[in-house]
């Protein structure tokens, strides 16, 4: 039973790669069996891991843990496998019909799956190094799947920026090592602890979290992150923005438990709010649905870091839980996005119209993923956001910048909108496992909206009863916000003045976007020697 987590890893692992091998068309079926053994064993191991106390250590090998290969799980670990076991089973769903008799595709979706799982359950801070930068290469391949010129670009600048990064996180793990003689992350916190911050300890943690600001597209190391996710297939888009993305954030929790520095907090509230705001300007300057979408990815993960700067609380849990709701809901928007765009053969949301009346389910389901991410209530993305509002009580100017940032959101999908409206014939297409993905990102929006207290209750053992779905004030407050988003739009964002155009327009070559990485650095070793 206490090996479950290495199956969990390699049995996608083992499945993808003997899809590539036998590369038999009846055999690629394999693919859902892999998925039905690692999510019978993840249940299973969740009830196990529900009679130990706080979380499970496996040493593999007979090693001493100093210098042994380690996996841990705790709630955090068990809930975002989960997540990931769910979101791969919708883009597999999703992209059956076109790619089940492409083995590559599916040994790279496969092969990706056991790595990300393994990013999740690393105790081991070079064994998260090699695990990461494997799923940054085969998201290279998978983004650059096309072939197309556009696709090929995006992918190697991904690649190559996301190189940088790590090089950074190498610098880190290589100072932790020398003052403490491991890369076990539990024997680096008790070896911090005792001998408290020093200089090198502070400088290890900015160099990992820089090249973690990569990975998790923080301001104002994002650059790749419209790119990429903008030219990969819709399937991998989802799946990037969805979930992939998240595997930055979840370094970011992890490591600062590990150091536990609390010095840069308020620099990365800022950093946060900053990622979010700009985020939503360049998504409502843009006219390509998918990269609507890309900096709308981009604002909700400033979102989270707002929260996660405060490290617990309110806030904290919020910001964990709609990591999980964004999987969800930004998923379902990438997928529609995917399918109205292969309809439509156009991008543009100015040339896409009349979606409503010549696809009413899929028009719905995209309805449902737009009040989800805005957060209206009895859908999923309320919730957190509530919690993450509650979590700033007390401190105005903290909830004044998360209601900027919602009503900016807000306005972005009220300008979305509009593809849903007017007359356009097109070609019916019957694509039903497109569908179905949606349909079943869209019920869980729904249950994720209305059943919180238990579910929450169950995985993070934390009662959220004070967030009020049926509240008369929070219906008012949504439809005000969206009110005032609508006013924005109509009044500036549609007429597209030319500082909207510019910020269109604007771009940072591939040698700055490196001085930004470099300047991100500066700003937190200036800002720790402050503070």
Not at 131 to 144: A, D, K, P, V
Not at 227 to 256: C, D, E, W
Not at 413 to 437: D, E, H, P, T
């Amino acid at each position: 039973m206490r090996f479950i987590p290495v199956y969990i890893i390699f049995t996608p692992i083992i499945t993808g790669m003997l899809v590539y091998v036998i590369n038999k068309r009846w055999f690629n079926y394999s693919v859902f069996l892999s998925q039905i053994v690692i999510t019978v064993l993840s249940f299973r191991y969740y009830e196990y891991y529900n009679g130990l106390i706080d979380r499970q250590i496996l040493v593999l090998g007979g090693w001493d843990k100093v210098i042994s290969i380690s996996l841990r799980n705790d709630q955090l670990s068990i809930s975002f496998i989960f997540v990931t076991i769910f979101i791969w089973w919708m883009v597999l769903i999703y992209s059956w019909e076109k790619r089940e008799s492409n083995f590559k595709f599916l040994f790279f979706l496969l092969f990706i799956q056991g790595t990300f799982l393994g990013v999740i359950q690393t105790n081991d801070i070079f064994n998260m190094f090699v695990f990461i930068e494997i799923t940054t290469i085969i998201s290279t391949i998978l983004i650059i799947y096309k072939k197309d010129g556009y696709s090929v670009k995006a992918g190697l600048y991904y690649l190559l920026f996301n190189t940088v990064g790590m090089i950074f996180y190498l610098l880190g793990l290589i100072f932790i090592y020398v003052v403490t003689g491991s890369l076990n992350m539990d024997i680096i916190s008790e070896k911090i602890n005792y001998m408290g911050e020093n200089n090198v300890v502070v400088l290890s943690f900015i160099f990992i979290v820089a090249a973690i600001g990569v990975k998790s597209a923080f301001f104002p190391v994002y650059n790749w992150l419209p790119k990429a996710h903008g030219a990969a297939p819709a399937s991998i888009s989802a799946l990037l923005s969805g979930l992939l993305v998240k595997s930055g954030i979840y370094a970011f929790i992890r490591f600062n438990q590990v150091y536990k520095i609390d010095m840069l907090d308020d620099l990365f509230f800022i950093i946060g709010f900053i990622t979010a705001i700009s985020g939503v300007i360049f998504s409502l300057s843009q006219k390509d649905i998918k990269q609507i979408l890309a900096f709308s990815t981009i604002s909700q993960i400033g979102i989270i870091l707002m929260g996660l700067s405060s490290t617990s609380g309110s806030a904290y849990i919020g910001c964990v839980m709609h990591i999980f709701n964004h999987a969800v809901f930004k998923s379902l928007l990438f997928m529609g996005a995917g399918y109205i765009i292969n309809v439509y053969g156009t991008r543009r949301v100015t040339e896409i119209r009349g979606v409503f009346k010549n696809m009413p389910l899929v028009s719905c389901l995209m309805i449902i993923g737009m009040v989800s991410i805005t957060g209206a209530p009895l859908f999923n993305g309320f919730v957190s956001k509530t919690v993450i509002k509650y979590g700033f009580e007390g401190n105005t100017i903290k909830t004044v910048m998360l209601y900027i940032i919602n009503v900016g959101t807000g306005t972005l999908f009220i300008k979305m909108s509009q593809i849903f409206f007017g007359k356009f014939k097109i070609k019916k297409v019957r694509s039903y496992n497109n569908k179905l993905a949606m349909f079943i990102l869209s019920i869980v929006c729904i249950i994720l909206g209305n059943f919180y207290i238990p579910l929450t209750k169950g995985f993070f053992g934390v009662d959220i009863s004070f967030v009020k779905a049926y509240s008369f004030l929070n219906w008012l407050n949504y439809i005000v916000s969206l009110g005032i988003g609508y006013l924005i739009y109509k009044w500036f964002i549609e007429k597209d003045y030319n500082i909207i155009k510019k910020i269109r327009h604007f771009h940072i070559s591939f040698y700055n976007t490196n001085i930004m990485l470099v300047t991100f650095v500066f700003i937190m070793i200036i800002w720790s020697y402050l503070h």
